[in-house]
């Protein structure tokens, strides 16, 4: 009978981009901190809520605006040049 082989151990392996934040993680993330930031300001509970309930109550720099337009498509094939 020949000698029973021994079981590799399998090299174990973590979840790739554990580090990478979506865009949820970030928005979640900007609220709870403009809600501890209200509250530290000295604002009831009430009142730092209704903020950052509001959408309009938001600075401009935590929601930025769209682009106001869209980047334009290249065709090679389009040559503009035909007159």
Do not use: C
């Amino acid at each position: 009978m020949p000698p029973k082989r021994k079981r590799v151990a399998r090299k174990r392996r973590g979840a790739k981009n554990q580090n990478i934040l979506t865009a949820i993680d970030v928005y979640a993330i900007a609220q709870n901190e403009y809600y501890n930031a209200l509250l530290n300001a000295g604002f009831k509970h009430e009142v730092a809520m209704a903020f950052v309930m509001d959408k309009d109550a938001l600075p401009n720099w935590m929601i930025p605006n769209p682009p106001s337009e869209q980047i334009p498509i290249y065709d090679p094939e389009d040559d503009e040049d035909d007159d």
